[in-house]
C-alpha cells in the first residue's frame, strides 16, 4: 500500500507561482510513475503531469504545458509540480497519484492505483 500526501496548494493571484509537492510511503517509490490530476467543481478529473518512475520523462496536458513542471527526487521519496503564471481556470483540487511499479507512465486516471487527499489551488483574478 503506498500513501500520498500533498502540500503547498493555497490562494495566489494570477500570474502567480506555486510549488506542490507530494510525499510517498514505501521502498518502491524510484520505480513507480507519478502523476497530478487536477478537479474543479462541476468539472471532470484532468490530467496535469506526469512522470516516468526514472524521472527522464515527462509528460503534460495541454492546459499547462509551458507554465507547469513536473520533477522528482527518488532518494526522498517526493514529487513536486512547479506551477507558473497561473490564471484562475487552473483552479482546482489538485492529486498526486501512483501508477504500480515499472508501469508505463499513463496520463488516464485510470492507470493510477493511489492517490493523495488532494490540496486546493485557488487562483484569484
Known amino acids: 500500500q503506498v500513501q500520498l500526501i500533498e502540500s503547498g496548494g493555497g490562494l495566489v493571484q494570477a500570474g502567480g507561482s506555486l510549488r506542490l509537492s507530494c510525499v510517498a510511503s514505501g521502498r518502491t517509490f524510484s520505480t513507480v510513475p507519478m502523476g497530478w490530476f487536477r478537479q474543479a467543481p462541476g468539472k471532470r478529473r484532468e490530467f496535469v503531469a506526469a512522470i516516468g518512475w526514472s524521472g527522464a520523462k515527462t509528460y503534460y496536458g495541454d492546459s499547462v504545458k509551458g507554465r507547469f513542471t513536473i520533477s522528482r527526487d527518488n532518494a526522498k521519496n517526493t514529487v513536486s509540480l512547479q506551477m507558473n503564471t497561473l490564471q484562475p481556470e487552473d483552479t482546482a483540487v489538485y492529486y498526486c497519484?501512483?501508477?504500480?511499479?515499472?508501469?508505463?507512465?499513463?496520463?488516464?486516471?485510470?492507470?493510477?492505483?493511489?492517490w493523495g487527499q488532494g490540496t486546493q489551488v485557488t487562483v484569484s483574478s
Open positions: 497519484a501512483a501508477q504500480r511499479p515499472f508501469f508505463q507512465t499513463s496520463v488516464a486516471a485510470m492507470e493510477y492505483d493511489y
